[in-house]
């Protein structure tokens, strides 16, 4: 039941881009598309949960144990550009058009905040290595969700009569803030 919680918590109430506010950057960049969104929101996921064990074992392992709490940030940010690196090799060998899809924004994995902040909640929430990749798998299918709802509604704008001033970077905004406000309709669900 605690798994069930912390699912639910981490896709709907506490949507990483819709609640808290983390990822904006390839949410609204990577977000034309469905397709396209749902390479990123892959690659997102692969990042996020392989970050999580491996931040998750050095933090217990090596910072806990030597008293490197401090370098924690660091570290993590190390960890995840590694992580990046291979996601975009893997990429480039098995998907050259997913590849050039995601352009400038696969890189940008790199310093998406919620793969950091992904990381540090884990370590922050006290979970054990289970619940930590649960959460961070939750949290990356809520990102993936996100994303997604976002890419079809941009595509059926672009079929829509819109008027000249709001097309573009306004109308998309207007539809995250609405999109966001919509989320909020699942605060109470899951503390």
């Known amino acids: 039941m605690e798994y069930i919680l912390i699912i639910i918590a981490a896709i709907f109430v506490n949507n990483v881009v819709l609640s808290q506010f983390l990822g904006i950057c390839p949410f609204l960049g990577v977000s034309n598309k469905i397709s396209t969104s749902l390479g990123m929101a892959g690659a997102v996921t692969f990042v996020i949960v392989l970050a999580t064990i491996v931040t998750y074992l050095l933090q217990i392992f090596v910072l806990n144990t030597l008293g490197l709490q401090f370098m924690q940030t660091i570290v993590f940010i190390l960890?995840?550009?590694?992580?990046?690196?291979?996601?975009?090799?893997?990429?480039?060998?098995?998907s050259?058009?997913?590849?050039?899809?995601?352009?400038?924004?696969?890189?940008?994995?790199?310093?998406?905040?919620?793969?950091?902040?992904?990381?540090?909640?884990?370590?922050?929430?006290?979970?054990?290595?289970?619940?930590?990749?649960?959460?961070?798998?939750?949290?990356?299918?809520?990102?993936?969700?996100?994303?997604?709802?976002?890419?079809?509604?941009?595509?059926?704008?672009?079929?829509?009569?819109?008027?000249?001033?709001?097309?573009?970077?306004?109308?998309?905004?207007?539809?995250?803030?609405?999109?966001?406000?919509?989320?909020?309709?699942?605060?109470?669900?899951?503390?």
């Open 79 to 94: 960890v995840i550009a590694a992580l990046v690196q291979m996601v975009e090799i893997i990429l480039k060998k098995i």
């Open 96 to 191: 050259p058009a997913l590849y050039q899809a995601l352009g400038i924004f696969l890189p940008l994995i790199t310093t998406n905040c919620a793969v950091l902040g992904v990381a540090i909640l884990v370590i922050k929430k006290n979970y054990n290595l289970l619940e930590g990749v649960v959460y961070g798998a939750s949290i990356a299918i809520g990102f993936g969700f996100a994303l997604v709802i976002m890419a079809g509604i941009r595509e059926q704008l672009e079929l829509a009569n819109i008027p000249k001033g709001m097309r573009g970077v306004p109308i998309v905004l207007i539809t995250a803030g609405i999109l966001a406000l919509a989320f909020m309709g699942f605060a109470g669900i899951v503390k």
